[in-house]
């Protein structure tokens, strides 16, 4: 598998060989959508809760008389049928949303999310990327000069200029290739990856 080679300044150069296992494999929808349910599901944090009838603030006086009314009988204004009542079945804080997901899986899910980037001319390699100072400035410049607006930078190590110059920019995403999510090789419109940062992805996904 051959993949786009780009310079710092936007020009097209020889392309970069890289191993089928990782960037020529075939799209398999179903299991990148495993991978990426799996992946928001267990980033999720059990926070949600609600009250069952014995929880909720209410009054324990009996809201009208038992008979006499038409209206069928009430004894408390807890009861789930009533508006401000408790839950039947409450969601608790304990809930566990994770899913379980084999590492064999997530790696296979990953491959074929960058495989079909390729395809699709979305992923492209630059030989190094760096900028002389952490000024957003000085980033945004060199991703227009690129050509991209919308894109996420995938390195080997961290670059804390590069870091820190992408903050406040709102489409633009710095990450190692280590920490490269499946949310996040799909969300943006161009991957950019280092020459460094293939050969680690060779190396963490084989």
């Known amino acids: 598998m051959e993949l ?3 310079d710092q300044a936007g020009q097209s150069g020889a392309n970069v060989a890289a191993t089928d296992e990782v960037f020529g494999r075939e799209y398999n929808e179903a299991l990148i959508h495993q991978v990426v349910t799996a992946y928001m599901a267990n980033g999720r ?3 949600r809760a609600q009250k ?3 929880e909720v603030k209410h009054s324990t006086k009996k809201p009208f008389k038992q008979k ?3 209206r069928a009988r009430a004894g408390m204004t807890s009861s789930p049928l009533w508006r401000g009542g408790g839950k039947i079945f ?3 804080p304990d809930e566990n949303f994770s899913h379980k997901l084999n590492k064999k899986m997530y790696r296979a899910g ?3 999310i960058l495989s079909q980037l390729a ?3 979305r992923l492209t390699v630059v030989d190094q990327l760096s900028i002389d100072a952490p000024k957003t400035k000085l980033l945004a410049q060199k991703i227009k000069s690129m050509g991209f607006e919308q894109v996420l930078i995938v390195t080997d190590a961290v670059d804390e200029n590069l870091e820190l110059s992408s903050r406040n920019l709102p489409n633009v995403n710095v990450v190692t290739a280590s920490h490269a999510d499946p949310i996040s090789l799909i ?3 161009n991957v950019l990856l280092t020459k460094k940062a293939v050969a680690k992805f060779e190396e963490l996904l084989k």
Request: glycine share 20%.
């Open 4 to 6: 786009k080679l780009i």
């Open 45 to 47: 944090r059990g926070t």
């Open 52 to 54: 069952d009838r014995g």
């Open 68 to 70: 006499g009314t038409g």
């Open 90 to 92: 409450p969601n608790r």
């Open 110 to 112: 990953v491959c074929s």
């Open 119 to 121: 395809r699709e001319g």
């Open 187 to 189: 969300r943006h419109a």
